[in-house]
């Protein structure tokens, strides 16, 4: 959430975060409202208060018809605390209420508009010629068969569609992915982590993903529990109710974990193959800062996703999110899209976002730096999401008889192997 006090002292810069992000601009209003009678209900019930302690103290002196009357209007000020607190806490519930509904500030350098404004920023990498070098370019299902890697069908038969198995040489492909893209991370001082894959309301909430993004989260009724769609929300939630001393931060973590999307609003795209699926595995990179360092860490954040994508040898964009392509919690976006031959296009692999001051509030994560104790900064960004991954590596690497070249980086985890083989049929 953000800052009231911003919102009192500059509710027009609230108003045009709010626009950009294709929000209801009416909803700043509303909650300055709400403030506004949660403080006067607040000081009207202190007065109250101070009131009914003074006669308390002059009761015992009092005596006769002066005692009476003191007592009536004892009755009568009890009566008008009780009301002025049930104003009062009404008052906090819409305050809050509302300021749960209200996205993060937009960052001013971020372009204004929908999802096809985005900027480009940097291009990596040079697009291969299939057709200089004399063969068509298979796309990565198809590889996936030849290569005894993917099997959708079954996966469709036992979970339905948008699940997949990984087989054979895919399967090691995914541990091999995610023992590289930890290796980098702890090279880099992450710490490792390994994330619960459900999580209580208030961590859900506290991330921003029961708001604009409710209707892709998977929840269950019986255990009032759900599934996460990135192990961001465990890995922010860690440090849940807690003061952080200062000098411990940067807090960088990297955690690996299944995630789980309905893709509710994806209906009709991406069908083919496990592009966009409703489980997979993802090494996710997580920063606590202090605030005045998260548009540092997150140049550092995006770096390490352009390591990673260079290290498997894969062309690729770097682009600034527009505004109203922002999920709820983010000021700015980097995703880092790579180029997907047979769809002749670049597609998002990795994605960073500078989430400020907005979660620690929500999720009640602080910093004590001195004397003062104040709202840290978070900061996320995706190392490896798996499936999008091998669809990239497959189609960009493959060659003309249906094999797959290997990047360097992956051989390690790979007993050595330079390239993947179709299987014997």
Same mark, same amino acid.
């Given at each position: ?7 009192? *002292? ?66 009568? =000020? ?63 299902? *198809? =590889? ?32 091999? =992915? ?46 009032? !529990? ?86 498997? *040898? =894969? ?21 880092? *899209? ?37 709202? !840290? ?49």
């Amino acid at each position: 959430m953000i800052d009231l006090r911003l919102l009192r *002292e500059d509710p027009d810069r609230v108003r045009a975060s709010q626009r950009a992000r294709g929000e209801d601009v009416a909803l700043v209003d509303a909650l300055l409202s709400a403030d506004e009678r949660r403080r006067s209900s607040g000081v009207r019930f202190d007065e109250l208060r101070a009131e009914q302690k003074q006669l308390g103290k002059l009761i015992p002196k009092a005596s006769g018809d002066e005692k009476a009357e003191l007592l009536k209007k004892t009755g009568q =000020l009890a009566a008008d605390v009780k009301a002025a607190d049930a104003e009062r806490d009404a008052a906090d519930t819409e305050t809050q209420e509302l300021l749960l509904r209200l996205g993060n500030l937009v960052h001013p350098d971020v372009p204004v508009g929908g999802e096809e404004d985005f900027v480009t920023l940097e291009t990596h990498g040079t697009i291969r010629d299939f057709g200089a070098e004399g063969f068509e370019p298979k796309d990565h299902l *198809e =590889l996936g068969t030849i290569l005894g890697a993917i099997d959708v069908e079954r996966g469709a038969k036992v979970s339905g569609s948008r699940f997949y198995f990984l087989t054979g040489v895919g399967a090691l492909l995914e541990l091999a =992915l995610v023992n590289a893209a930890m290796a980098q991370a702890t090279a880099a001082g992450f710490t490792p982590m390994l994330t619960p894959a459900l999580v209580r309301p208030q961590s859900m909430a506290g991330t921003g993903f029961l708001g604009q993004a409710a209707q892709d989260v998977y929840h269950l009724d019986k255990d009032d !529990l759900y599934l996460v769609g990135t192990s961001e929300v465990p890995l922010a939630a860690y440090h849940m109710d807690e003061i952080l001393d200062a000098d411990k931060l940067p807090l960088r973590y990297a955690g690996f974990s299944p995630c789980f999307r309905r893709e509710a609003g994806s209906h009709g795209k991406d069908t083919r193959g496990i592009f966009r699926v409703h489980q997979f595995d993802k090494v996710e990179m997580f920063s606590y800062v202090a605030p005045e360092d998260s548009e540092a860490e997150h140049q550092r954040l995006l770096a390490w996703e352009k390591q990673w994508l260079s290290s498997l *040898e =894969l062309p690729f964009r770097v682009i600034d999110v527009a505004s109203a392509d922002l999920g709820a919690s983010a000021a700015r976006k980097f995703d880092c *899209e790579a180029w997907i031959p047979t769809q002749g296009k670049y597609r998002e692999l990795t994605s960073t976002s500078d989430c400020t001051e907005f979660q620690s509030r929500r999720l009640s994560i602080r910093v004590r730096d001195g004397k003062q104790v104040k709202p !840290l900064a978070t900061l996320n960004g995706t190392l490896c999401a798996v499936p999008r991954t091998i669809v990239a590596i497959l189609e960009n690497h493959q060659q003309a008889d249906g094999s797959v070249y290997v990047p360097k980086v992956l051989r390690p985890f790979l007993g050595g192997r330079e390239v993947l083989e179709p299987v014997a049929k």
